[in-house]
């Protein structure tokens, strides 16, 4: 049984003995049977380096290793945004409906989600360069196949071939830049990574629209391939697979069952939740996509408190600092995507505003996410986690609340205000956040860790929009008019308009009361860190510093 697993990893460790080699890394390694880098020195000592890359190393390294992975990252956030703006495009093209082409980008955010646990738990083992590198390759590939797609169907398979890649590349950034940047500076970091996510999810959807406009959909994914490779190529000559993290661990079993029981535990939540407003939440097939969630989530516990070799540590879970910084993560992408996916709705159907011009007024809170972010990052390595995780939080508050007071004939610098709010708060609160959750946990363990706060922000995502579009809809319904957000667009009148909008403001007053109990979690996992730190927790570079 054990055979398969072990020649598996025997392949790839043959196979991409290159990726993170000492030619792109500088370091020298003595060999994956021992799986510990030479002494300190050795990458300086390395034969056979091109001297250019000694540019890399030295003081400035870790910025230049932010910077390839920040072109990567931009990469994976701005394809998303891109991609949807050419779907009507796409449908016009090969004949077919929006709810057929939407799997392209359901299928592309599936696969990743399944995999980005996986992923960066086979990278705390192998390495994190190899995965990432790896990972852009499949991007690339899949990029090439999607934008040459004869018909929708492979489209649609090639987007999830290149999320398998985005999987990979998304569990290990993070990873990577908190084991580059020394513990005073990882907030710091964090946050300037969430303003290059800022920038991507700007950037998307208007290059994408630029590309569609100019040339025709194909463009968009071949402008993704070119960003691809650039981030390939800045990641294998800038990134030192010594630096990057710990040595790899090099366990000779791979813990498959609890891979498995993750992502099928994501893939069925996400379906369920993807299918319930479509078809009804009392359907027989959501009931058991979610009965076959509780089961998985309850055999992946199960597992991996018996495995031999775990994918992810659950115990991790009786720490208040973790389990309530994780729980206030979820909630804060409960308001934020309850912001970005209703507010074009009322801003085009409502107000009347064309898709160009929600696009230019979507941008200030954008804007506020990029300066936030670094910022409160920043200024927690000086000053702690607490007070920027329960400031945001209530910042978020304060923004979801105004947006429940939207009227239709509210005026456009009142929505505005919501939004700016809301992305303020969040901006403010995930970089701290973030590093408060990896500082519970070790370094050869920021691989897993990595994806699973991705794998935290998309279910965060879909449950956010399942949930709006319920609540939303529910009131349509009850109002005698059809309970489906396209009735709004389809221009039905005055009745629609105003049912729609009640059931705007109950939704975000009703998502705003949520986020409060973020704002008590954020609060409560500072206060009881000290009381709950073990003394392996006591071991790694952590600490209540919000006292």
């Not at 796409?90 to 980005?116: P, R």
């Not at 209530?394 to 005026?411: I, W």
């Not at 990896?438 to 860790?449: E, H, K, N, R």
Request: aromatic share 10%; proline share 5%.
């Amino acid at each position: 049984m054990r055979a398969g697993p072990r020649s598996a990893l025997a392949w790839m460790k043959r196979s991409w003995r290159g990726l993170g080699s000492s030619t792109c890394s500088g370091t020298r390694r003595t060999g994956w049977k021992s799986g510990r880098p030479d002494a300190p020195g050795a990458s300086e000592q390395a034969e056979g380096r091109p001297p250019v890359l000694k540019v890399f190393q030295g003081p400035q390294y870790k910025w230049w290793a932010f910077l390839a992975l920040a072109i990567g990252l931009f990469a994976s956030v701005s394809d998303h945004g891109s991609v949807t703006v050419a779907l009507p495009s796409i449908a016009d093209h090969f004949e077919t409906d929006l709810t057929t082409t939407q799997w392209i980008v359901i299928g592309y955010a599936l696969a990743i989600s399944a995999l980005l646990m996986p992923m960066g738990r086979l990278s705390d083992m192998v390495g994190r360069k190899r995965i990432y590198l790896l990972g852009f390759i499949v991007f690339v590939i899949g990029g090439a196949i999607a934008g040459s797609s004869p018909n929708v169907t492979v489209l649609i398979l090639a987007k999830i071939f290149q999320g398998v890649g985005s999987a990979m590349t998304q569990g290990t950034s993070m990873a990577m830049i908190m084991a580059t940047f020394p513990t005073e500076e990882r907030g710091r970091a964090l946050g300037l990574q969430m303003s290059v996510v800022g920038v991507g999810g700007v950037a998307g959807p208007s290059v994408g629209g630029f590309l569609v406009g100019a040339f025709d959909w194909r463009w968009v994914f071949y402008g993704n391939i070119a960003l691809g490779a650039i981030a390939l190529a800045a990641a294998w000559v800038v990134l030192d697979a010594r630096r990057t993290g710990q040595p790899p661990e090099l366990r000779e079993t791979f813990d498959w069952l609890g891979a498995s029981l993750s992502a099928g535990a994501l893939l069925s939540f996400l379906l369920g939740m993807t299918w319930g407003p479509r078809i009804g939440w009392s359907h027989p097939g959501i009931a058991a996509a979610m009965s076959l969630t509780i089961l998985q989530i309850i055999g992946f516990v199960w597992w991996e408190l018996r495995a031999p070799a775990p994918m992810m540590d659950v115990r991790l879970f009786k720490s208040a600092l973790f389990s309530l910084s994780v729980s206030a993560y979820y909630i804060s992408f409960l308001g934020m995507s309850a912001v970005r996916f209703l507010m074009p709705f009322y801003l085009q159907a409502v107000l009347g505003y064309s898709p160009a011009q929600v696009g230019l007024v979507i941008v200030p809170g954008a804007v506020a996410i990029i300066i936030t972010g670094p910022l409160a990052g920043r200024l927690s390595d000086r000053y702690g986690w607490r007070p920027f995780t329960v400031g945001g939080m209530a910042v978020c508050v304060a923004g979801l609340l105004v947006l429940s007071r939207l009227q239709s004939d509210s005026p456009l610098w009142w929505a505005i205000l919501g939004m700016v709010l809301q992305s303020f708060g969040s901006g403010t609160l995930n970089a701290p956040n973030n590093s408060a959750v990896l500082s519970t946990v070790a370094q050869s363990s920021y691989g897993v860790m990595s994806g699973f706060l991705n794998l935290v922000r998309n279910a965060g995502n879909v449950t956010s929009i399942a949930m709006m579009t319920a609540m939303v809809t529910a009131t349509m319904g009850g109002m005698g008019y059809a309970p489906t957000l396209s009735a709004v667009t389809a221009d039905g009148g005055a009745g629609v308009i105003e049912a729609f909008t009640i059931g705007l403001r109950q939704a975000y007053f009703v998502v705003a009361m949520i986020v409060v109990v973020g704002v008590l979690a954020s609060f409560f996992s500072g206060v009881r860190q000290t009381q709950t730190a073990s003394p392996e927790t006591a071991a790694q570079p952590t600490g209540d510093r919000s006292a």
